[in-house]
């Protein structure tokens, strides 16, 4: 029997916000959020400025999988996905302070509203959410390769 080798020519992506090309094999930070939010726009300006490449998912037009909200809330645990100062939180009433994990998953996975904005992943880890600390943003993302 004969092994036949992958083909494993990488494929172009264009980062729309930035007009970079980047190979499929090198995937930049995705950032989760909606556009006329205001700490998503600090966000997105402040990786511009320090020529961080990126990806930005509308999460409105392009809500995140269970799966997805599951690995996410492995690596950064659910509270600190919480949007606390949305709405949809609000609205939820007093018994949330009770809620599981799971129930958490659930939510999150129902309604993307309640998802911290922004919310930074890596290689599908989530590794930060918000957008206050400038300097836990540069540490968190200090790996992350600039533009060339």
Request: hydrophobic letters at 35%; a positive charge; one cysteine or more.
């Amino acid at each position: 029997m004969t092994q036949r080798k992958a083909d494993i020519r990488p494929l172009l992506t264009v980062n729309v916000m930035s007009g970079n090309c980047y190979s499929t094999f090198f995937m930049p930070l995705k950032v989760y959020g909606i556009p006329n939010c205001g700490t998503c726009k600090k966000a997105l300006t402040w990786l511009q400025n320090n020529q961080i490449d990126y990806e930005f998912i509308n999460t409105k037009d392009n809500p995140p999988t269970r799966e997805q909200i599951q690995n996410w809330v492995k690596s950064l645990g659910y509270a600190p996905m919480r949007n606390t100062s949305g709405q949809s939180y609000r609205a939820l009433g007093e018994e949330k302070k009770t809620w599981t994990e799971q129930q958490w998953i659930d939510a999150f996975a129902f309604d993307a509203m309640l998802l911290k904005r922004p919310l930074f992943v890596k290689d599908e880890t989530a590794i930060l959410t918000g957008f206050r600390d400038e300097a836990l943003v540069r540490e968190k993302l200090v790996s992350i390769p600039n533009k060339d």
